[in-house]
């Protein structure tokens, strides 16, 4: 089994600054790509970062040079920093780890959820 868990999220202040962390665990042969994404209600879930292991990452237009990525491949972790928080921003965010893993007797390559964190930017 594999569990993906997110921490981090909150209220905050437009303007201000928070830190999203996500560890994945289990039978992890190995991971290809962690990331985050977020979701309104009634809307779809939206990318808004997604690293590779060899460091490659990738935003959103609306998060550029306000928000960045990164991978601790040997604690299996990714991080979102999030700076100049806007209300706009106010989300569930969710993290996503694209990995290798052993299900019994075979080897997987899916992408596993965590349970999300809410961000909420106050105005």
């Known amino acids: 089994q594999v569990q993906v868990v997110e921490s981090g999220g909150g209220l905050v202040q437009a303007g201000g600054s928070l830190r999203l962390s996500c560890a994945a665990s289990?039978?992890?042969?190995?991971?290809?790509?962690m990331g985050w994404y977020r979701q309104d209600p009634g809307k779809p879930r939206d990318l808004v970062a997604r690293?590779?292991?060899?460091?490659?990452?990738k935003y959103s237009d609306s998060v550029k040079g306000r928000f960045t990525i990164s991978l601790d491949n040997a604690r299996n972790t990714v991080y979102l920093q999030m700076n100049s928080l806007k209300p706009e921003d106010t989300a569930l965010y969710y993290c996503n780890a694209g990995l290798w893993a052993v299900q019994g007797d075979i080897r997987i390559s899916r992408d596993y959820w965590g349970q999300g964190t809410q961000v909420t930017v106050s105005s």
């Open positions: 289990g039978s992890i042969i190995r991971i290809n790509a």
């Open positions: 690293i590779t292991t060899d460091g490659s990452a």
